[in-house]
């Protein structure tokens, strides 16, 4: 039986946050225990999500209250990330659950996503909470791009899996990424702004990045990895897309896609994107692809696959 393990890693040295974090993922594993691995129990599912739920909202005020009290610089803009969380995540996920009247693939993206939004938020925005040089965390130079490629993308990335990731440069359809996986992501701001965001990443780098971060062996994708996966690619994207564009809370996420190659090709064929980053991680290459402001009708990218 796959199982969701707490790692030390996740510690960030603060009792009452990393004794909350081990809370969350306890529950998490109890969930899949009960109804995604043995298919029994939905009361218990039900409940164990109700409790999760709960579970979390009490977290986020007492890591807030935890941060007024040191003063932490990063207050603000880390209560606007649990505050999403709390106000469109969770509550959507809880739609869907309802909608299907819990059917195993409704639960396993609640896993999928509420693994890897903690992950995510725990080994970069909570770890800044103890950081011995917030200036990392907070750049300046925005206009910086090599700035915020190391501080948004590549540290980050290095703290969630635990090896080096290296900036290659400028990522082009003459780089090769073997059994490449398209996922895009589209935001809008209230005035009609766009931004594409593409994750390109080949199928065995994805199955090595789910493993080392949920320390199990896959050698199959399936709908917890990809959720999970998806859920820390957005926070990432939202980061770094902050950093070159707006301000992170003036772009919605309007929703995810599987692109096909001829999709992911057509999309740049006319217009290069902004900002195409190749990165190395061990012996494979993946790439993030930022658009800021395409046009509306390319917005509306030909051969997606299905929503996720």
Same mark, same amino acid.
């Given at each position: ?9 996740? %510690? ?35 409940? +164990?999500? /109700?409790?999760?739920?709960?579970? &979390?909202?009490? $977290? ?10 040191? *003063? ?6 880390? /209560?606007?990330? $649990? ?48 950081? !011995? ?7 300046? +130079? ?23 990731? $290296? ?11 073997? %059994? ?27 199955? $090595? ?12 994708? %399936?709908?917890?990895?990809?959720? &999970? ?5 957005? %926070? ?33 064929? !006319? ?29 509306? &990218?030909?051969? &997606? *696959? !299905?929503?996720?």
């Amino acid at each position: 039986m796959q199982r969701i393990q707490w790692q030390d890693r996740f %510690n960030i040295g603060v009792e009452v946050i990393d004794q909350a974090h081990r809370g969350l993922f306890a529950i998490v594993q109890k969930i899949m225990d009960l109804y995604v691995e043995r298919h029994e129990d939905k009361f218990a599912c039900v409940e +164990g999500i /109700k409790y999760f739920k709960a579970y &979390a909202v009490k $977290h986020f005020a007492e890591e807030e209250a935890y941060m007024r009290k040191i *003063g932490y610089p990063g207050l603000l803009a880390h /209560k606007k990330v $649990h505050d999403r969380m709390k106000w469109e995540t969770l509550p959507e996920l809880d739609r869907l659950l309802h909608e299907t009247d819990f059917s195993t693939e409704a639960v396993q993206r609640f896993i999928g996503v509420c693994t890897g939004w903690l992950t995510g938020h725990i080994l970069i925005e909570d770890r800044a909470i103890i950081s !011995e040089r917030p200036d990392e965390a907070f750049p300046i +130079g925005q206009d910086d791009e090599a700035s915020v490629i190391y501080t948004m993308i590549v540290r980050p990335l290095r703290e969630i899996f635990g090896c080096n990731v $290296h900036y290659i440069g400028r990522f082009s359809a003459k780089d090769e990424i073997v %059994n490449a996986q398209y996922y895009e992501l589209r935001y809008s701001t209230q005035d009609g702004k766009l931004l594409r965001v593409i994750l390109v990443m080949g199928e065995s780098m994805l199955l $090595h990045a789910a493993g080392v971060l949920f320390d199990i062996d896959f050698y199959e994708r %399936n709908e917890i990895v990809c959720f &999970a996966m998806q859920e820390i690619a957005q %926070n990432l994207i939202q980061r770094a897309a902050s950093r070159l564009g707006r301000p992170l809370d003036e772009y919605q996420l309007e929703r995810g896609y599987f692109l096909t190659h001829e999709a992911f090709s057509e999309i740049f064929r !006319e217009r290069p994107a902004q900002h195409s980053l190749l990165f190395q991680v061990e012996q494979e290459c993946f790439a993030l692809c930022i658009d800021q402001d395409p046009a509306p009708e390319a917005f509306a &990218a030909p051969g &997606a *696959g !299905e929503p996720v």
